[in-house]
């Protein structure tokens, strides 16, 4: 009420001014910018050059009156303008000619919205990734660089547990958007993992929603801090690349909200990030961008999201090749589902919106709704307050931010006898396999960077000071960049869509690898995986170890073993891969993801013990690939050519499936090995009940000899008298600070009514069961430290919902 007296004033007081004829000082001004007048010291943009104050030009007025008046006198033709993007330069090569697409101040962004001088609305601008800004590094006729950092993959950010600097990583990451002049960061990432062949499953984070959503809102955290939004994408239940712009999942109403909307949900009500992109694929039959139970009854009703939804690149077409022949998205659907705009925005689309609008199909009040939140996005970002950026983010702090949260993502799988750390830097290191000298920084497609420069294993360990055979490095390198270069013509000659291939390793006699086990003192292999958009993994040679892979580990190991020398494995990868046959072979196995740009720094600190490794998996690393309860509906049937796939296991994801049904893992998820050891004391519930919240507090004492970080990871045990549930799932997480040895912390982690809860489709409500719940305090999913129990009286319904998703298909679920 008060707000409004106030504005009312200010209007009035402006009227005033008009009315008693004050003098008007229009300065000149050039044909780009539009005249500034001023009137008693208050000076405006006169930005439709008509000699008066408009409502939308005065900033004295709130926004949100301001976008209003902007509304109101908004043409069809300018709405249609402001509901799509403004084309992607380039994407040609997919589509075919589309029409105009404009490229915006920023080169190699994806896209952009409209301007709008006569109301002063500026062009935003929107770039990838999850790894950090996509843009072009250099520029036509000018001599400077735009090279972003290439931070570690979303998987690689994810296994480190640490919510603070997550938040550190997203205010580096932040930085560089807004100081390359860049609105919003199409970023994070944070769909399911749900099974290991996803082609993208290296931005994602988790094949828990929890750990997916936690990710997710420290890292738009800390972005948006920086002044810029971000988009978390894709949602929903986009968790393949076969068809992704086609592929109809069929998935039940439980598992769509416990499992693949969970991370969705945590990331809004935390985080409120400016945007959310729609996913491609459909859900239950309709586009996830058609849905109006998903992006504005879920997402804007029940979870209370403020930014805009947007859709994927060509969201809502059945597929890039349709382009061509004229297809669109069915644009009046996707608006009043409330996927406000639509990306990269094409001709067609903008012509049906007018069409629409002008006959009525589309009403005012969907598209007004829909241009409001997006001139309300436009509003906050830094090219509306015209922020002068700088074109020189604060890259070199950046890169150390990277160093240091690849090297916490790494997980130790495995170090019998102390093989790791190795600090000697007098006695000679072995370095095998190619991806040792051609190091995978992160994936391909949009979650890829242009950074300046990689740091390989071979250059992270030079850097470090360790001796390295010489006569191997000679070998390899020249092998490596000849690969490297080859790899890249195939590429170029297969088209973007090309799935990366695994470069072949060198082959190395019996005799040469026993040479240098006599003059190593230990041997690093690196094994290398990469995939990216457009294409999922597949099993032979990429899951599962190609056979030379498997020979060069077994000579290996073996030559070195002989000479009682040890070998250490070092993954390059972006997803889960085999270990269960190979394991057993090597001293240590040292997960190191695709860990950005410092990658070969990273490591080179975590295998000489300057850093002691804390990552855990945030995942299930099965013993074969069919132990995955989603192999068999994966990616979909018909098999040659998927249209549809089935979630047929249900709420059984990952170690919700492993653990429920005893299938032992090669590693569970949670797991991860450290330099030191910890125990885990004092385990206290706040209350033996539980009515609105709950506190467990479990003291870590670091029992090692060298510092160390531990995350510590509760699981909850909930009774299952109404519905099945899994044996335990994570509910909540903490890691420890820098321990050294001897010292202890206490951490306090709280659980909330809804973490108690399951999803009932029956009762369309989230339901904590009475009876006794069980709080299982663990290293990992597999490894409980400590338990306790605490009890609910009387069934608690936490959240009643409208139902939603029906199935478009019926089929029976997983059950144990
Ligand atoms: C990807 C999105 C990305 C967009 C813009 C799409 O192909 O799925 O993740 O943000 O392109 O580059």
Redesign the pocket.
């Known amino acids: 009420m008060k707000k409004t007296i106030i504005k009312t004033a200010q209007l009035s007081l402006l009227t005033a001014l008009v009315i008693s004829n004050v003098s008007w000082n229009a300065i000149p001004n050039d044909e780009t910018n539009p005249p500034l007048i001023t009137i008693k010291g208050f000076t405006f943009h006169d930005f439709n050059r008509n000699g008066k104050l408009d409502i939308w030009e005065d900033t004295r007025i709130s926004a949100n009156e301001r976008i209003d008046a902007i509304i109101k006198e908004m043409t069809n033709a300018e709405k249609a303008e402001l509901l799509i993007g403004t084309g992607?330069p380039g994407i040609e090569v997919l589509t075919g000619p589309i029409g105009d697409s404009k490229q915006g101040l920023v080169p190699g962004a994806?896209?952009g919205t409209a301007a709008f001088e006569r109301f002063g609305i500026p062009a935003t601008i929107v770039a990838?990734?999850p790894a950090g800004l996509r843009i072009a590094p250099t520029r036509e006729n000018d001599s400077k660089t735009y090279y972003a950092t290439a931070f570690p993959v979303g998987t690689a950010l994810a296994s480190t547990w640490n919510k603070a600097l997550l938040e550190e990583v997203g205010k580096a990451m932040g930085n560089e958007v807004k100081e390359y002049g860049v609105d919003v960061l199409?970023a994070p990432?944070l769909n399911i993992q749900r099974n290991p062949l996803n082609g993208r499953n290296f931005e994602y984070y988790s094949e828990d929603p929890l750990i997916s959503g936690k990710t997710a809102a420290a890292i738009v955290n800390g972005i948006q801090s920086q002044g810029v939004g971000t988009?978390i994408?894709?949602f929903a239940v986009n968790n393949e690349e076969t068809n992704r712009l086609t592929i109809n999942a069929h998935v039940s109403e439980r598992a769509i909200r416990e499992l693949y909307l969970k991370g969705f949900e945590i990331a809004v009500k935390e985080s409120q990030p400016w945007t959310v992109?729609s996913s491609?694929n459909k859900l239950n039959g309709a586009y996830t961008s058609d849905r109006k139970d998903l992006l504005t009854e879920v997402l804007r009703n029940e979870w209370g999201f403020k930014g805009i939804v947007m859709t994927?690149?060509f969201g809502g077409f059945p597929g890039f090749e349709t382009i061509k022949g004229g297809s669109n998205s069915d644009v009046v659907k996707q608006m009043i589902a409330g996927n406000d705009l639509l990306?990269?925005g094409i001709p067609v689309q903008k012509k049906a919106l007018l069409e629409a609008l002008n006959s009525g199909k589309l009403s005012q009040e969907v598209a007004n709704t829909n241009a409001k939140r997006i001139l309300e996005y436009i509003f906050r970002t830094p090219t509306f307050v015209k922020y002068k950026y700088s074109d020189k983010p604060n890259l070199i702090k950046n890169a150390d931010v990277t160093r240091k949260a690849a090297s916490e993502g790494m997980v130790l799988l495995k170090n019998t006898n102390n093989a790791l750390p190795f600090a000697d830097k007098q006695k000679e290191v072995s370095v095998f396999g190619v991806t040792s000298y051609a190091w995978i920084t992160g994936g391909t497609?949009?979650?890829s960077v242009n950074n300046k420069h990689t740091v390989s294993l071979l250059e992270g360990l030079n850097a470090a000071g360790y001796k390295l055979d010489k006569e191997l490095v000679d070998l390899y390198k020249p092998y490596a960049d000849k690969e490297v270069a080859a790899e890249k013509e195939r590429r170029k000659e297969k088209g973007v869509m090309a799935l990366p291939e695994r470069l072949p390793e060198l082959k190395l006699t019996d005799d040469f690898i026993a040479k240098k086990a006599g003059s190593s003192e230990i041997a690093f292999v690196t094994l290398g995986r990469n995939s990216g958009?457009f294409n999922d993994r597949v099993v032979d040679n990429d899951f599962n170890l190609a056979t030379e892979e498997l020979e060069m580990l077994d000579k290996i190991s073996k030559a070195f073993h002989e000479k009682g020398k040890k070998v250490v494995v070092i993954l390059n990868i972006g997803g889960v891969i085999e270990t269960a046959s190979w394991k057993d072979k090597v001293d240590a196995v040292l997960l190191s993801w695709q860990p950005g740009q410092e990658g070969g720094h990273s490591v080179a600190d975590v295998v000489s013990g300057k850093i002691n490794p804390s990552g855990k998996l945030t995942m299930t690393f099965p013993v074969k690939y069919t132990d995955t309860p989603s192999a068999k509906n994966f990616p979909g049937f018909p098999v040659q050519n998927p249209k549809e796939v089935t979630y047929e296991e249900g709420i059984y994801v990952g170690y919700r499936y492993f653990n429920t049904f005893n299938i032992k893992p090669s590693y569970e998820f949670g797991f991860g090995n450290s330099y030191t050891t910890f125990d885990y004391t004092d385990v206290k519930l706040s209350s033996p009940t539980f009515t609105d919240k709950l506190t467990v507090s479990v003291t870590v004492k670091n029992t090692g000899k060298v510092s160390g970080k531990e995350v510590v990871e509760v699981y909850l045990s909930a009774p299952s008298k109404s519905i099945d549930k899994p044996k335990e799932e994570l509910k909540a997480f903490g890691k420890t600070k820098e321990l050294k040895p001897g010292e202890s912390e206490t951490l306090k982690l709280t659980l909330a009514p809804k973490d108690l809860a399951s999803f009932l489709e029956n009762k369309s409500a989230w339901v904590a069961e009475a009876g006794t719940y069980k709080v299982l305090i663990g290293a990992s999913s597999l490894d409980i430290k400590k338990s306790a129990e605490f009890s609910v009286a009387t069934e608690i319904t936490v959240e009643k919902v409208n139902k939603s998703f029906e199935k478009d298909a019926s089929f029976t679920e997983l059950k144990p």
Request: aromatic residues 10%; charged residues 20%.
């Open positions: 992607m994806a896209g990838d990734g199409l990432a988009s994408k894709h992109m491609y994927d690149w990306m990269p497609g949009s979650g958009e």
